[in-house]
């Protein structure tokens, strides 16, 4: 066995590690994957031989990659903002696989979604998986002080927005029926006052193969999936927290989640839900 056949069984060993590293990280298995294959790369063609720890070493590989992807990430949305509204945006086809939930509940991830890059990083690092704030500073690029507060308003931020039983039910119900009423009533401009500016749209795998966009960014571009049409959705309670549903023959086929900025009384996260499966578990009032 050479020495790149005892480097990959080594790599082998962390895998896994650096996976759920990633995936709570960007949210998403596909980069997750791409993440990790890319930390095997830089592994590959680096000199380790002075790393006494080399896990250590690989995890901060891996969170660079993906401090470097959610840049990107932000990046694009900033580029698609900047586009006409009458330019057609491709949007990902039915194989594409969804975005996997079984690291992170569906609602944090949407809240995580309205996070920064570097303050989403330096929450899950140090959070999730207790990385000194030194070494976030490492990776992300600033000072440990500037690392906690990354991390402390990141927490704040998702605190507040996750909180079970602070939120006032009444005046999110509100929100909802006056954000269903624009809806069907194709009042654009109401739409966005009712929608953080960094709104997310995420749908599961059902919707998907049902023609829904896997993620939808920014308010105009929520605005216009729901703008003039949801005609046959009504709101409801969602888990206790009000959302919507479209049912069909008595049978609700797809659901709504919601997410809340209490603050500002606007929407700041929306799931589609369509896998039946899934919504079986959902208790609906």
């Known amino acids: 066995m050479n020495e790149l056949d005892v480097l990959a069984a080594r790599f082998e060993r962390d895998r896994a590690h650096l996976r759920t590293v990633a995936q709570r990280i960007l949210g998403s298995a596909d980069e997750a994957d791409d993440a990790v294959q890319e930390a095997w790369m ?3 063609r680096s000199d380790t031989g002075d790393v006494g720890n080399l896990t250590g070493w690989l995890t901060t590989v891996v969170s660079r990659i993906c401090l470097d992807m959610l840049r990107s990430r932000a990046s694009r949305r900033e580029d698609l903002a900047e586009l006409p509204e009458d330019l057609p945006v491709a949007t990902p086809g039915p194989e594409q696989q969804a975005v996997q939930y079984d690291a992170i509940g569906p609602a944090l991830l949407l809240v995580l979604d309205t996070l920064g890059p570097s303050e989403r990083l330096a929450f899950v690092l140090h959070d999730t ?3 000194p ?3 976030i500073a490492t990776i992300v ?3 440990p002080a500037a690392a906690r507060q990354l991390a402390s308003r990141a927490r704040r931020r998702v605190q507040g927005q996750t909180a079970v039983g602070a939120p006032d039910v009444e005046r999110r119900r509100e929100i909802v029926e006056a954000f269903l009423a624009a809806a069907q009533g194709g009042d654009f401009e109401r739409l966005l006052t009712l929608l953080d500016p960094e709104v997310v749209l995420r749908a599961d795998a059902a919707s998907v193969r049902m023609g829904a ?3 939808v960014n920014g308010a105009a571009g929520v605005a216009g999936v729901f703008n003039g049409r949801a005609h046959a959705a009504t709101v ?7 959302g919507l549903v ?5 049978q609700v086929r797809v659901v709504f989640r919601l997410v809340f900025d209490d603050d500002a009384g606007r929407i700041a996260g929306i799931e589609q839900v ?3 499966s899934r919504i079986a578990g959902v208790r609906i009032a």
């Open 133 to 135: 704030f030194g070494e």
């Open 42 to 44: 830089r592994l590959s």
């Open 236 to 242: 409801a309670l969602v888990d206790g927290v009000p």
């Open 246 to 250: 479209w049912a069909s023959d008595g």
């Open 141 to 143: 690029g600033c000072s």
């Open 213 to 215: 966009a896997e993620i």
């Open 274 to 276: 369509a896998d039946p």
């Open 129 to 131: 998986f207790a990385v």
